[in-house]
């Protein structure tokens, strides 16, 4: 059975000032006074302890909200990126430079979530070309990659990649192609260098073959 030391400590103090049974202070009463101290250390210790537990518990059950709101935000995020939908396109960003400020950055959730998805991260991020201006004949030609969806890209990544680990015409062909996507602002260079390494033959991806 659990010793209450609190009440313990309580009933030893009144017993002392009032109890005429307990022995007086100069009579033996110090020695009661003294265990009645180590009761009322030992409730401290427990209330301390009862309430480090609530703390921690507490600060438990925060960051385990914490962690769900940054996954449900970057889930929000990424699929605002990759829906390249001006709007939402442009709100994901404007969230993501919102939550740097706030220093709760959340970029690594998002790319995490956009490759899970079968999103290149990089290609996300960039300007969907509905939001860059098209009357300024002098303007750089708008990076239209993250416009292609994205069961296209990888069919035109496969495809290219194996033509360029070929030889013959079909290299040839194959660079011709994505250099003339890069020209019109779709640059798959780096979805195809992904699918070259994933090839069992293909070459070393730190030389690509284009």
Not at 47 to 55: M, R
Request: charged share 30%; glycine share 6%; proline share 6%.
């Amino acid at each position: 059975m659990s010793i209450n030391h609190r009440a313990e400590a309580l009933r030893l103090v009144d017993g002392v000032m009032n109890d005429p049974e307990m022995p007086a202070l100069g009579e033996g009463g110090e020695g009661v006074l003294t265990t009645a101290l180590v009761h009322a250390t030992l409730a401290r210790n427990e209330d301390q302890a009862a309430q480090t537990a609530d703390l921690r518990e507490a600060l438990q059950s925060l960051r385990r909200r914490f962690n769900d709101t940054r996954t449900l935000v970057a889930a929000h995020i990424a699929e605002g990126l990759a829906s390249r939908e001006k709007d939402r396109w442009k709100a994901a960003i404007d969230l993501t430079k919102a939550l740097d400020e706030a220093h709760c950055n959340v970029d690594d959730l998002v790319d995490a979530r956009l490759a899970d998805d079968g999103w290149d991260p990089r290609s996300a991020y960039k300007t969907p070309a509905a939001l860059v201006p098209r009357d300024d004949p002098w303007a750089a030609t708008p990076d239209i990659t993250g416009d292609i969806p994205e069961r296209v890209r990888r069919v035109l990544s496969d495809l290219l990649a194996c033509a360029l680990l070929t030889d013959g015409d079909g290299q040839n062909i194959a660079r011709s192609i994505a250099f003339a996507l890069k020209n019109e602002g779709a640059d798959l260079t780096p979805d195809i260098e992904k699918r070259i390494t994933e090839l069992p033959l293909g070459r070393d991806p730190s030389d690509p073959p284009f």
